[in-house]
């Protein structure tokens, strides 16, 4: 039944295990101090928590470089300590989705130190090699300026790796059905320990057939489909949450033609264009994208974001468009990233209060299911005093304590942020407890109102004009209900006049205050916005009750 599709209108809360929080002392986050704030996701309105990944590595690369994948990192616990989250989190109602790291392990994987042994290997086909240097082996690189290949030289194999990340990082040969069962095994594996799906890491980059010198690599999507088939298998109700950066005409094989690719996938077009709203105040460009992003198969469902663990990639963007941002958001060398982004988080990078209650308000109202990244409920800032990408990596600011009430070592994973005005004593999460005007109560509230408005995460929407450039005005409606999401981007004021006969649109009853709009003789609406100001209105009529629910 279509009811049974519990990510169209949930939360997600994103979360780095080894930042969030230290109970054993040794710096580094672990279970313990994950079921230990439970709570504080519960009252914070989430029900679905989505964590990096937390698997045996020599972490290289924020766990992504996988050693095992099926343990647990010690710095992190036990398997025991998993499944002990695991039933806190279900007690609560909280749904876990984890990592899929499948497009590449770690060159310290046992399969990799297998397959390096030579071609008789059991696991030397596991991965993609070439015998002659490729003509194409400083091409394609994910990380322009930091990686300098996608083929290295391995002396002990006596032969050329591929990998699309870092030379820590093989491939994965995924056309080998060998490759394909064992992923199978590892999902199969964390699925009967209950969770409720995967955020799958670089999904393109699993699909593509790399072959030595050819530029255009085939795309293998009856694999997509073949992962779809067996989580439902396994279990009925579980997601795939793809991480595909692509242009909007190549998003169809991804959810499939029928539905039956992934569930859910990131929106990194809208989200670039979303930026160059909030940095130009023109929302024409970010209109276009959503209009592009619009017809997916009825289950499908766009993922939402503002800021994630990576850079805020800008790729999609046109170079003047992408000056733009830098321009306003990143304008010195040292907060842009890769030629394409920027590596700050988002209170810093906006600057004010004000636009960051814009921003998550806007998120929150697009088409699709919100992710929220951790820290940012409460205004967290970022290092960039940290290498790349580690900048928007640091702890969990929980108390005015010493080390932020992270952990009770000297010495942690990556420092604290412990100047300037988004220093711990400044941010923190107990501080802006007991602040009803603190933006981690504005958040709470902002989350309980979302969750009161199924017609977005299932409902049909239209653009609703208005003569400014500068305000985005939506209409959603689902099952004979109806809601009207304004956004102003600029920093003036502005009266919207917004002619809604044709939705014979008599009373607009607004979600936050205590206010409605009543139509003119004309049937037409009068708003005021206010500088960076936003309205969420529930279309009523006599007896029609202020909220509801799903």
């Not at 060398?333 to 600057?351: E, F, H, S, V, W």
């Not at 409460?378 to 010493?402: C, Y």
């Not at 809604?500 to 009543?518: A, C, F, P, V």
């Amino acid at each position: 039944m279509i009811e049974d599709l519990w990510y169209k209108n949930a939360i997600i809360y994103s979360l780095d295990l080894e930042t969030f929080m230290d109970v054993n002392g040794d710096g580094v986050g672990d279970f313990e101090g994950l079921c230990r704030r439970l709570d504080y996701l519960h009252a914070l309105g989430v029900d679905t928590v989505w964590l990096a990944p937390f698997q045996p590595t020599p972490n290289k690369d924020n766990g992504y470089d996988i050693q095992d994948y099926y343990g647990v990192d010690p710095r992190h616990g036990s398997s025991g300590d998993f499944v002990e989250f695991m039933h806190q989190a279900n007690k609560r109602g909280i749904k876990v989705i984890i990592d899929l790291v499948v497009n590449h392990t770690s060159d310290q994987h046992p399969w990799f130190q297998d397959a390096r042994t030579g071609k008789h290997a059991k696991h030397h086909d596991w991965y993609v090699w070439s015998e002659e240097k490729p003509a194409n082996w400083d091409e394609g690189m994910v990380f322009p300026g930091v990686q300098e290949s996608t083929w290295t030289y391995d002396k002990k194999a006596k032969a050329y790796y591929f990998h699309r990340f870092f030379d820590f990082q093989p491939d994965l040969n995924t056309g080998n059905p060998e490759v394909r069962a064992e992923i199978r095994k590892i999902m199969g594996y964390w699925l009967e320990l209950g969770v409720a799906g995967f955020r799958v890491d670089a999904v393109p980059f699993i699909l593509e057939q790399p072959v030595p010198g050819k530029e255009k690599m085939t795309m293998k999507f009856e694999y997509l489909r073949e992962m779809r088939r067996f989580l439902q298998w396994r279990r009925g109700d579980a997601v795939l949450l793809g991480e595909a950066n692509v242009l909007p005409e190549e998003t169809q094989p991804y959810f499939g033609n029928e539905g039956d690719g992934i569930h859910l996938m990131f929106n990194f077009y809208v989200n670039q264009h979303l930026f160059y709203a909030l940095a130009t105040t023109d929302t024409e460009p970010l209109v276009k994208a959503l209009e592009a992003t619009k017809d997916i198969f009825p289950t499908a469902q766009w993922a939402q974001f503002l800021r994630n663990h990576d850079e805020l990639d800008l790729g999609r963007l046109t170079d003047e468009q992408r000056q733009k941002v830098f321009a306003r958001f990143g304008p010195e060398k040292n907060m842009q990233l890769y030629d394409r982004g920027i590596r700050r988080r988002l209170a810093p990078m906006l600057g004010s209060r004000q636009q960051s209650e814009l921003a998550y308000s806007l998120m929150f109202a697009l088409p699709g299911t919100p992710v929220i990244r951790y820290g940012d409920e409460i205004g967290m800032g970022d290092n960039l005093a940290l290498n790349e990408r580690e900048a928007v990596r640091t702890p969990m600011h929980w108390s005015g304590e010493p080390q932020a009430g992270f952990s009770q070592n000297s010495k942690l994973v990556h420092p604290v942020i412990s100047e300037g005005p988004y220093a711990y004593p400044h941010v923190n999460v107990d501080a802006q407890r007991r602040d009803p005007d603190s933006m981690l109560n504005w958040m709470m509230a902002l989350i309980r109102l979302r969750k009161e408005c199924p017609e977005i995460g299932w409902g049909d929407w239209q653009i609703l004009k208005t003569k400014f450039p500068q305000v985005l005005a939506m209409h959603y409606t689902w099952r004979g209900d109806a809601l009207v999401i304004l956004h102003n981007f600029d920093e003036k004021a502005h009266e919207v006049v917004l002619d809604l006969k044709k939705q014979e649109i008599i009373k607009l009853i607004d979600l936050m205050t205590n206010y409605q709009s009543e139509a003119d003789q004309k049937g037409v609406h009068r708003i005021i916005l206010e500088a960076y100001g936003y309205r969420w209105f529930r279309v009523g009529n006599a007896g029609h009750t202020q909220h509801r629910t799903a």
